[in-house]
């Protein structure tokens, strides 16, 4: 299934739109210094709170096994490394797959980070990313 830009910003409002909830922006957020984004990505309730996440992504193409209709297919690979603020996670609401995925996540982070941190630095990562149990 091929998504254009409209098509990926439908399916990150499908969560919300579950619950009857939407935000007022759209999903796009580009990265550089002359782009003239004024718009901040993320679910906020008037006066309540707030909940921003944002990773830098690059899209390339997919390693899948097949090719169906020879289009090819795309990915994402992150560029920036930061661990999840873990207090921050309710663990009830991710299903196991998300559980994995963050996990995962965070093993990478670990593993890129480390060459450039000090001993009280690489403390404090491997706090961050321990691995989630359900």
Known sequence: MFFQGHGLDILAR???WKDGLDYRHGTGHRIGSYLNVHKE?????????????ENVLIVKEADTKFNFGDKGYLSFE????APYQRKLIDLNLLMPEEISWLNAYHS??????APYLDESEMAWLKKATEPISA
């Open 78 to 81: 992150h560029i920036a490394w």
């Open 14 to 16: 499908i969560p919300l």
């Open 108 to 113: 990478t982070c670990r593993e890129i980070l």
């Open 41 to 53: 990505p993320g679910y906020y309730e008037d006066g309540n709170f707030g909940i921003r996440l």
